[in-house]
Nanobody, 123 residues
Framework: QVQLVESGGGSVQAGGSLRLSCAAS????????VAWFRQAPGKEREGVAA????????NYAGSVKGRFTISRDNAKNTVYLQMNSLKPEDTAMYYC????????????????WGQGTQVTVSS
């Protein structure tokens, strides 16, 4: 069973950038979409960005559109989340997960969750 491992989190000041990586232990088949989610203390887990691996089509939450970019490197079995213009409200634990189906942002159907990587943005 494929394992997903997140990395790249850290602490930055508002306006800064980070790039998160979600590395799969092998091919993500039969899954065909990968998404990034985040969860802040006391809040529900929310979808941030998703990508349909084959076509490369993407989907973003309104709160990050224009600031975050999701991409994939099929040769490396890795999905990235480039986060620019970070805000304090982006502070959360970020997780990646995979699913069979299109690039939705709800947690439904997503499996093989990674352990998460912490992003902290200070004002």
């Amino acid at each position: 069973q494929v394992q997903l491992v997140e990395s790249g989190g850290g602490s930055v000041q508002a306006g800064g950038s980070l790039r998160l990586s979600c590395a799969a232990s092998g091919s993500i088949y039969p899954f065909n979409s990968v998404a990034w989610f985040r969860q802040a203390p006391g809040k529900e887990r929310e979808g941030v960005a998703a990508i349909y691996i084959g076509a490369g089509s993407t989907n973003y939450a309104g709160s990050v559109k224009g600031r975050f970019t999701i991409s994939r490197d099929n040769a490396k079995n890795t999905v990235y989340l480039q986060m620019n213009s970070l805000k304090p409200e982006d502070t959360a634990m970020y997780y990646c997960a995979a699913r069979v189906g299109r690039e939705g942002l709800s947690v439904e159907g997503y499996r093989n969750w990674g352990q998460g990587t912490q992003v902290t943005v200070s004002s």
